[in-house]
């Protein structure tokens, strides 16, 4: 069974840092590529980052160079390292494995970020 567990969501003050995983069991994650979203209250979920099985690497528009994305092969996870966080950035985020041929989502249950005074 394929599972995705995100983990490292906390809370912080504004210009702190949070790393975030994206646990992956079930599947070699290599053949996939990986993608993070966000959600907060009475919003559209949005985009945060990209990283595909070649390693090519897209961010949302607010990022701003904030943000970095990685993958292990030898850990079999994904990662969203996140510095200079800011009030706006407060939402759930969501890790999502994405396989071609055919295509198949995966989705993690989301880990909760709080940035506040």
């Known amino acids: 069974q394929v599972q995705l567990v995100e983990s490292g969501g906390d809370s912080v003050q504004p210009g702190g840092s949070l790393r975030l995983s994206c646990e992956v069991s079930?599947?070699?994650?290599?053949?996939?590529?990986i993608e993070w979203h966000r959600q907060a209250p009475g919003k559209q979920r949005e985009l945060v980052a990209r990283?595909?099985?070649?390693?090519?690497?897209n961010y949302g528009d607010f990022v701003e160079g904030r943000f970095t994305i990685s993958r292990d092969s030898a850990q079999n996870a994904a990662y969203l390292q996140m510095t200079e966080l800011r009030p706006e950035d407060t939402a759930v985020y969501y890790c999502?494995?994405?396989?071609?041929?055919?295509?198949?989502?995966?989705w993690g249950q989301g880990t909760q970020v709080t940035v506040s005074s």
């Open positions: 079930g599947i070699t994650l290599d053949t996939l590529f």
């Open positions: 990283i595909t099985s070649f390693g090519r690497i």
């Open positions: 999502s494995a994405h396989r071609n041929g055919p295509f198949k989502v995966y």
